[in-house]
């Protein structure tokens, strides 16, 4: 069996209550450099031009020369401009590419996060960091789950396009790249190529090598395809059902306080969870480590 575990705080045991995952848009994750790529422009011109073709954005320009007093005709006369002009306005644009692959940058994620959302798991349960840093310094738990279940297998479509057949991000839980440099995104790709299907790939499933003790694993779902709830905060969250039989083990923390344990031993009572493994860390006598018994 290849089991995967969820790093919980206290109030993790709501995953076994309610037996649903909650899954987060990548505008919440802790590390600022998370699709955050680094930019350039291999072909501005080329870029440039690709702009100026996108739907609805000759009106957008217009009104801004408008609001700016650059521009006094019609709508109509702007068109024309623009259709005689196309080049020239290509070449001004290329003059502010910096201020506008600053924008790009920093809609790669809210674009991300309006689509998806991502189940990150790890391959280890002992790490002393990640017990506490995501399960309330020790006090929380670990949620085991069979890795190769039918739920982890799920595939997410591309992040560029909303047709079925598009470009698939991955199929089912996909391991993380520690990598020394940041992913480049090149404003001069096309929206279908297959180097900005590789651009997603790697956004998705990449991080700094300061994070490699975590050997976290991914999965991505479409937001419209998972459960949405309201949270405590009143904010938009979206949750995975569980199937029962994925759930192969639950560990409290070493510093895991009655209530906790009292809660989650009451969730695990439930005869679809008989099959479920309940233990708990301690420390290690001799060395900086955890066991479970």
């Known amino acids: 069996m290849n089991t995967v575990y969820k790093y919980c705080c206290p109030r993790g045991v709501e995953i076994l209550e309610r037996v649903e995952l909650k899954i987060t848009p990548p505008n919440q994750f802790n590390d600022p450099f ?12 080329r870029w440039a031009q690709e702009i100026l073709k996108i739907p609805g954005i000759i009106e957008w320009i217009y009104r801004t020369r408008t609001i700016m007093g650059n521009w006094r005709g019609s ?17 001004s644009l290329v003059s502010n590419i910096p201020q506008v692959v600053g924008g790009v940058r920093e809609r790669v994620v809210e674009h991300a996060s309006k689509r998806f959302g991502i189940l ?12 506490g840093h ?11 789950f069979d890795g190769s279940n039918d739920m982890f297998q799920a595939k997410a479509k591309s992040s560029h ?39 997603d790939q790697q956004v998705f499933f ?46 409290l923390g070493a510093k895991c306080n009655n209530d ?15 099959h479920v493994v309940f233990d708990r860390a301690s420390l290690h006598e001799r060395e900086f480590a955890l066991v479970f018994n």
């Not at 998370?34 to 011109?45: A, V, W």
């Open 260 to 274: 906790t344990a009292e809660r989650v031993g009451a969730a695990l009572k439930s005869s679809c969870f008989s």
């Open 161 to 199: 396009s909303g047709e079925s057949d598009s470009p698939a991000i991955t199929m089912g839980l996909h391991p993380v790249d520690y990598v020394n440099d940041r992913v480049v995104y090149d404003t001069s790709w096309m929206p279908t190529s297959e180097q900005m299907t590789h651009f």
């Open 75 to 91: 709508l109509e006369e702007f068109r024309r401009h623009m259709s005689t002009h196309g080049e020239e306005e290509a070449r």
């Open 134 to 144: 995501y399960s309330d310094k020790h006090r929380g738990i670990v949620i085991g």
């Open 34 to 45: 998370e699709f955050y790529p680094r930019m350039i422009s291999t072909d501005p011109l």
């Open 206 to 251: 990449s991080k700094s090598k300061d994070w490699i003790y975590e050997e976290e694993l991914r999965q991505c779902f479409t937001l419209d395809s998972l459960v949405p709830r309201l949270l405590d905060d009143k904010s938009q969250g979206y949750f995975l059902p569980v199937v029962p039989a994925a759930v192969v083990s639950v560990s």
């Open 120 to 131: 990150c798991l790890s391959r280890r349960r002992d790490s002393i960091l990640m017990w």
